[in-house]
């Protein structure tokens, strides 16, 4: 069956980096755009970052334009979310979209001082 694993999340102040990864099996992971969404407490999901098939075309919700990095390896099966210069409202739970409907479980990412 389809799994999306998120890992890579954790506590750092701001300014500092973390990259997230996704694991993807039980599906053909190349032929599908992959995004990262993420939802904060009390707010609703919202798309971070989107990245096509073959990695080409990549697109970012303002806040995280020239912060945040996608990016995927189709021999892997991986998508990844480099995010640089965290900021305190980056915090929320990160998940991994494929689009043909599948989610993963999410990955906690805090940022605190």
């Known amino acids: 069956q389809v799994q999306l694993v998120e890992s890579g999340g954790g506590l750092v102040q701001p300014g500092e980096s973390l990259r997230l990864s996704c694991a993807a099996s039980g599906f053909t992971f190349s032929i599908y755009a992959m995004s990262w969404y993420r939802q904060a407490p009390g707010k609703g999901r919202e798309l971070v970052a989107t990245v096509t098939t073959a990695g080409a075309g990549t697109n970012y919700r303002e806040s995280v334009k020239g912060r945040f990095t996608i990016s995927r390896d189709n021999a892997k099966n991986m998508v990844y979310l480099q995010m640089n210069s965290l900021k305190l409202e980056d915090t929320a739970v990160y998940y991994c979209?494929?689009?043909?409907?599948?989610w993963g479980q999410g990955t906690q990412v805090t940022v605190s001082s």
């Open positions: 979209y494929a689009h043909k409907g599948d």
